[in-house]
Structure formats: C-alpha cells, structure tokens
C-alpha cells in the first residue's frame, strides 16, 4: 500500500515546526524524512542533497527549511517542481503568477497569512497591504495571492527612505524580518493589522506579543505555525494525487513534424538532415513517459527504463504487426521502410496512436555492401547517421561482454593445466584482510556440486577438486570472440601463440557481433532477473565427461550483467514526422533469430493504449525471420500478433520469375526496369508461398507492395489481384519512400481493418517433438523441401544436447535468406531438395537450437569496393557524408 513520503531538508537546529511538520503527518498517514544540514552549509551542499531527494523514487514531496538567507534562485532552480510541496520553484511560481491559483501549489506560509487576514477582516479587496523586510519566495507568493484578492501591495524593506510614509498608507502590514529598534512604533498607523512572518516566529522560537496579529483586543499568537505545517500537509496530499495520477496512462498528446517532399527524392542522408527532429525528452512526454523513466543521450536518443512496464501493468495491449517480406534480392525489398511508413501513416495522418519497434543495426553490413537500416526516402527513422553509428552502445557493450567470457575460457584452460587443485583453491579462494570466503556465485557452483558447505576451510580434497576443476574440452569450444565489422580473416585464427601462454595454441575465429548468443539473449530477455539468469546458462563448451560447461561455471554470470545492465533499456528515437520508435537488439535472421527486443515491443504495446499499433519487423523472408517471430520470440513474450504485413517488390518478383541475377552494387538489367507482366507473374510464385507459410500460424495477412518509380501500374494491379486470390486480407500499393506517410495510408487502413478480424495464431510445431522433428516440420512446411539429410556430426551433436536434456527447446534455423531452400540461387519456389544439415549448436541462454544448413559463414566479408568508400566526415561542419 502507498504510504506518500515527505522529505524536509532543513538547515539549522530543530524547532517547534518541524515537531509540528511531525504530529500532523503521522495523523493523517504521511511519512517524513527529515535531512538535517548545519545553518551554514554552503550552497552547493544544499543543491547536492536537493538532487539526490528528486531522484529518490520513494519520495513524493520535498520541502525546504532554510534561513532566510539561503534561498537562493540555484537552491529554488534545482527543486524538482513535481516534488516542490511549497510551490518555491521557479516553474511553480510562475504557474502561480500566470496560471490557476486554484490548481499551483501556494507557498503554504503566504497561504496561511490570506486566510488569517480573510478570517480578520473578512475581505483583503481595496485594502493597502505593506510587505516589509520579506524575501523571496514569500514576498512573491504574497503578492500575488494578496493581488487576487483585489489588495493594493506595497512591499520594501525597513531601511526604505520612505518608510513612514509607506507605513502610514497601510491597512495591513505583513513582517517577513524583525523591526529595528529605531523605526518606532508610532509610525504605524493605528488600528493596522500586523502579521508577523519572521523566522523566529514561525520556528516558535519568539513570542507574538504586541507583534502578532492584531484585530481589536484579540490576538492569534500561535496561529500562523500552525496553519501553514496544515496547509503544507494539503499540498503534499495534491501533491501524492498528482503522482498517482501521473503513474497512470495518459492519452498522447503527439505533434507530429510536416514534410515537405521533393522530386527527385534526396538522398536519404539529405532528407535526414533537412527535418528538424523534436527533442527527444518533448516526445517521451508527449507518449506517456514520466521523467525519471528516461535516460538521455544527446538531443535525440534516450534509454527507456524498464521500471515502466511496472507502472502500466494493468494497461492493456495494443495491436501487434509484424512487418515479413518475401525472399529478397540481395538489394533488399525495404521492410523497415515499410514499417516506418506505416506508423507514419497510422499516427501523422490517421490519428492514431503507433510505436515502430526496429533493430539496430550491425556497424558490417553499414560501412560494406548494404548500408543502413533506418528505412530510407521519406520513411526513416531520424537522426540516421545516429541511428546507424554506435547508437547507445548496446552493441559494444554486447562485444565487451562476450569477449570477457572467451577470455575466461581461455584463462581457464591455462590456469587450470598449469596449477595444482591447492594452487588452484588458493587463488580462486584468496585470503583477504585475514579472511577466507566463497563469492555468491562460487557458492552457487558448489550448490549445483551438491556441497552443502559455506566455509572454504571445510572442503576435504575431492570437494575442493571437483569445485576448482572444469576441465574443459577445448575441441568443444563453441564460444568465439565477436567484432561489429566485416572481416573475412578472421573468420580462422590461430590463438596462443605467445610465449606466456606455455603452448596452450588453439584454433579459433570471430563472429559478428550481432551473431553472438548475447545478443540474442537481449532480444529475448523479458526483465534484468531473466537476462542474468539466461547469461549464466549459456553454453560455452563441454567438459571432458561431455557433460556442458556454463558462463555461470566461470563465474562470469554477474560481470556480464553489469556489461549488459544499460544495454537492457530499449532507445527512443523518432521518424521523419515525429512518430516514436524504439531501437532494440540486431540479431541477424539468417544465423540468428532476426527480430528487435521482446520488452522494446512490450513497453510499445502499453505506450500505444488498447486502440493503438505497434510494428515490428522481422529480419530478411517471411520462411526465415517471420518463422523465428512466430516459433521463438511469441513463445518467450506470450504475446500474439493480430496482422502480418508481407512487403513484395517487382523487382523481387521478376527475379523469382526468372529475371537475371541481381547484384549489390551493379546496375539493375532493363527487365528490372521496363513493364514485363509476365516475368511478374511467373514471380508470384514465392509471394504466394510466402503468404501460405504466413497462414500456417493462422494470421491475417496484409501484402506491401513497395512502389519503384520504374514499377507500371499494370504490374502493379497484376500483383495486388495474384495477392488476393491468394488468400491475403488485402493487397496495397505503398509510396511511403517518395512521399512519407500519406503514401502509406492505404496501407495503414487495411492493416487497421485485418487486425479486426478472428485470429486463429498456433505454433507450427510442439516443443515436446525430438530435435530432428523440428527441423522436418519447418524445412517439409516451410521451405518445401522433400525432407532432411543430417551430417554425422549434426546426428552427433543433436544426440548429446537430446542427453544434456536440451531437447525440448525451439529450433533457429541458420540458413540463406536469399532462397526458400538451402541454395541462393533457386529463386521462386524450389520443390524436390533435400535440405542437408551440417551442423546443430546449441544457444541454451537464448533458448533455442540452431541447426547449420548447408554452409553458412557468421563472419560476413568485405566487398571489393565497400560502402565505406563514399563516407566522409566534414571537419567544419562534423556532418557525416555518404551513409544510406
């Protein structure tokens, strides 16, 4: 249960309102903290603990108790003005001079002296009130609740030169600081009522006397003190309700960005740099998301942390898209282009709420052959050299990581084979300031060991051999060390070969690193417990009674976490009309399982509200990473798409129908670009086997056709009409890239409409079926083969992960993206083949098998001439050049 918490920070010795501050917050059920700090701390002290308690999500409300001397505008700048319960801060005071008075919080002191004086003289309207001696925030917050009321303020201090005078005049004389002796008190104007507002009296360290209030013979010595802790209490209550209110959803207030399409469309990088992208804390707020939930990085980029997912539990879900495609050429058929079309559309041009969930992508593919992945035209996700270069770091920090858990293996080996098991122990279990104690997760290695002892004195030999020896295979290694670069020499190595090593050389290679299981565990993840949990799982080799050696047997589990623990929190970044979007994870789909992160979806899917979409997009074909979507990332989430958007080019399709082969970098041939219905048609063979495949799962399925300015419209009705007979929802042309969302709004109103409709989503297979089932359901139903044909050390390694008890986990299939079987270049709809499986790995923390079809590289190569050719950087101007 909610118990709110006020904070007093207070500098000086105790006094009679904070006892007071005490007393009423235990009888109405508030808790306070009170910080104390000398009375002469000096302001930077004071900042210091202001910006701790604002950052204290257990505190709802602060307030300030300070000399009077010591409010300066740094202390009142720095208070939190969600958490400022006396309405001291600048942002307060001015909704208080500017706004309603009856929805700011007043300073609860002025807002005591109104209604003493309102209780006096029943009415402040036409009187002359005179401030003396009082400062800031009082004197502001007086004037203008006094103005309000219709008063006539006056307000100086008491060596004024027109004091008399000003004293004469007054009806009412409020007293922020002690009268000077020599101001007598004949210069008061008979009959004046006083309020006494110094220090000392609201402390209770002075007696009111002839200095209280005054109104006939009567006085109300102690009232004030106790009236304003009251009225303090009040707006500490608005203050929790505000809170409350604010952990709750709100309905977006989005200002989308115009655009202003030109023809010829720009270069993507030109596009890019010509919208002014919002601030990225303008847009976290316009979607719901609370200050302290975000973590900036620059202007446009900021970390989302997960504590969200926490406050909008009971929010319901969204509207799930998944983004597929049909086999594509090696040019790629636009599908993040499509997604950020698509929310474009849905939110810019149709009102409704949507959230793009993409990848981030791999710095290889960037600086090689395929550029970037930030959508392109006028469907990007904006600032894209930001989003294409280093991003927020996951993916260093995934490389770090992972290359400090291949550097234990190795460290591990020598150790061991150098020491012995006392040696061992004796490191392993150092003395420290004269004790000798297990780490928790050694203490977790000797549970798992089935020994029962806590203290490091108390193992016989066999224990302390057992815990100190791993003995690790190293023919068995599956870990490799990752680098976000293509690098074709280092996909074998030779390692240890110095001469510290003492001839411990191995054979080894690189990945990419968005090929490492990490990465897939990122994308899988559903909380920082489940990640840790999953990192130590991970698999790195077996031992030598093949028995499987973990992250968490090194001891590496808690290391790794604190790599990933930033790495965790999806990005916010925008598209080019202001529309959110989250960048999360970059597994590869034809080595990995392709798809964003499983809480960047989730954290959308509350975002958007019941009635709103989130699109995520799924790597390369619908038979690769709409089939990883379906079979590994839904069964992890729990969570059920509504539409699947199937993106289809012409140029895909007449490449399938037997259009000549299509290379990155080389000039399209002319039956790419000039009308030919019937090499289109012939294509349309794979869209429909994609669409089929789609149907499988039991989802509605809605065909993008990504429009070329060389696509006729006869091709382009013949392809829509194919997709329709061929059981999609429907099938819309989409001119997003040349004219941003308005070209997508078709699009946007048939997936609204499909995801209407009944949803019949099923697994394509039981987890319970035996490794090799798996893969025959998915290569005989998905990519049409006749059947399978395992390698003997495929058979091998399937019949020791079916005895490690790793049976039961999904299958990731790693196979070419750029054919439905195992052979890039049978295009269409290839029948017949038998689908050879050369190998089975095994990614136990991501939590799937992955069977190697045919050969397949996870260290992808440079070209001869790379994309990197055409970057530049302006060293005036520091604008990147070149990217797509």
């Not at 204290?56 to 001397?69: I, Q, S, Y």
């Not at 609860?108 to 036409?126: K, W, Y």
């Not at 790599?563 to 916010?572: V, W």
Request: a neutral charge; proline letters at 5%.
């Amino acid at each position: 249960m909610l118990k709110p918490t006020l904070a007093i920070l207070q500098a000086g010795s105790y006094d009679l309102v904070q006892e007071m501050n005490k007393n009423l917050a235990e009888e109405i059920g508030l808790h306070i903290i009170h910080i104390w700090l000398p009375e002469d701390s000096r302001e930077d002290e004071i900042v210091g603990e202001i910006l701790k308690l604002n950052d204290d999500p257990t505190v709802h409300g602060l307030a300030l108790h300070l000399p009077e001397n010591a409010y300066s505008s740094k202390i009142l700048s720095a208070l939190k003005p969600e958490k400022d319960v006396d309405g001291v801060s600048a942002v307060n005071l001015g909704q208080l001079l500017y706004g309603d008075v009856y929805d700011c919080l007043p300073y609860p002191t002025a807002s005591a002296v109104i209604q003493l004086l309102e209780n006096i003289d029943r009415t402040i309207d036409g009187k002359k009130v005179l401030l003396v001696g009082t400062a800031a925030p009082l004197a502001a917050s007086l004037q203008c609740l006094l103005q309000r009321k219709g008063a006539m303020v006056m307000s100086c201090q008491w060596n004024t030169q027109q004091l008399q005078s000003k004293l004469h005049q007054a009806d009412v004389m409020v007293i922020g600081s002690s009268k000077p002796e020599e101001i007598p008190v004949s210069w008061i104007k008979p009959g004046t009522t006083i309020v006494n507002c110094s220090h000392d009296v609201l402390s209770g360290k002075l007696c009111y006397g002839h200095q209280g209030i005054k109104y006939g013979d009567r006085a109300a010595e102690e009232t004030l003190p106790s009236l304003a802790v009251a009225i303090r209490m009040q707006n500490m209550v608005k203050t929790t309700e505000r809170w409350i209110r604010s952990q709750q959803y709100r309905k977006w207030n989005l200002h989308c960005l115009k655009l202003h399409p030109l023809s010829p469309v720009p270069s993507d990088i030109e596009i890019s740099r010509a919208q002014s992208p919002k601030a990225v804390e303008v847009l976290a707020k316009e979607i719901g998301l609370l200050a302290d939930e975000i973590e900036i990085y620059g202007q446009t980029k900021a970390k989302v942390r997960l504590s969200l997912l926490e406050r909008l539990k009971d929010q319901p879900d969204g509207k799930y898209i998944l983004v597929a495609g049909i086999t594509p050429t090696p040019l790629g058929e636009g599908k993040s282009t499509v997604t950020i079309g698509l929310v474009q559309a849905l939110t810019a041009h149709l009102d409704i709420n949507s959230f793009a969930c993409l990848r981030q992508p791999s710095q290889g593919p960037t600086f090689g052959v395929k550029g970037g992945a930030a959508g392109g035209g006028y469907a990007q996700v904006i600032p894209m050299e930001e989003f294409n270069l280093h991003l927020t770091g996951d993916i260093h920090a995934i490389t770090a990581a992972n290359n400090l858990l291949a550097a234990a293996i190795d460290a591990r080996i020598l150790h061991e084979s150098t020491q012995s098991d006392k040696a061992l122990y004796s490191r392993l279990v150092p003395v420290v300031d004269g004790v000798r104690k297990f780490s928790s997760i050694q203490l977790a290695r000797l549970k798992r060991l089935g020994i029962s002892k806590s203290n490091p004195g108390a193992l016989t030999e066999e224990e302390i051999n057992k815990f100190v020896r791993l003995d690790i295979d190293p023919s068995t290694i599956t870990w490799q060390r990752v680098l976000d670069t293509n690098d074709r020499f280092l996909r074998k190595i030779t390692i240890g070969q110095a001469n510290t090593e003492k001839g411990f050389i191995r054979q080894a290679q690189f990945d990419i690193a968005v090929a490492s299981e990490i990465m897939a565990i990122l994308a899988l993840t559903t909380s920082l417990a489940d990640m840790k949990e999953r990192l130590g799982k991970m698999v790195v080799a077996n031992d030598k009674n093949e028995q499987p050696v973990t992250a968490e047997d090194l001891g590496v589990t808690g290391a790794l976490a604190v790599l990933m623990k930033d790495a965790i929190k999806p990005t916010l970044m925008q598209t080019l009309e202001g529309t959110p979007v989250f960048v999360h994870a970059g597994p590869f789909a034809n080595i990995a399982h392709g798809n964003s992160s499983v809480l960047a979806d989730k954290i959308a899917l509350k975002l958007v509200g019941e009635e709103g979409f989130v699109v995520t997009e799924a790597g390369f074909g619908a038979d690769i990473g709409m089939e990883k979507f379906f079979n590994i990332k839904c069964r992890v989430s729990g969570l059920i798409p509504n539409v699947v958007v199937l993106v289809a080019t012409i140029r895909a399709l007449k490449m399938h129908g037997g259009g000549p082969s299509v290379t990155a970098g080389a000039p399209l041939k002319k039956d790419y670009t000039e009308e030919n219905l019937q090499l289109v048609a012939d294509g349309c063979c794979n869209l429909q086997k994609q669409i089929q495949i789609a149907q499988l799962f039991g989802v509605p399925v809605v065909v993008a056709l990504n429009v070329f300015k060389t696509d006729s419209h006869a091709e382009i009705d013949l392809v829509c009409e194919i997709a329709k007979q061929s059981g999609a929802f429907d099938a819309l042309p989409c001119k997003h890239w040349s004219a941003g969302g308005k070209g997508a709004v078709e699009l946007a109103q048939a997936v609204r409409k499909a995801a209407n409709q009944k949803n019949n989503f099923r697994f394509l297979y039981n987890l319970e079926l035996p490794i090799v089932e798996k893969i025959r359901v998915i290569a005989q139903k998905v990519y049409g083969a006749q059947d399978i044909e395992l390698s003997p050390t495929a058979q091998t390694q399937i019949d020791r992960y079916s005895q490690q008890g790793f049976g039961n986990l999904p299958v990731c299939m790693a196979k070419t993206h750029l054919s439905l079987s195992h052979q890039p270049e049978r295009k269409g709809v290839p029948t017949g083949f038998i689908l050879p499986i050369s190998d089975v790995r095994a990614s136990i923390g991501a939590g799937f098998i992955y069977p190697l079809v045919g050969t397949m590289s996870t260290m992808p190569g440079l070209p001869t001439r790379p994309c990197f050719y055409d970057i530049d950087l302006d060293p005036v101007t520091q604008q990147v050049k070149g990217l797509f």
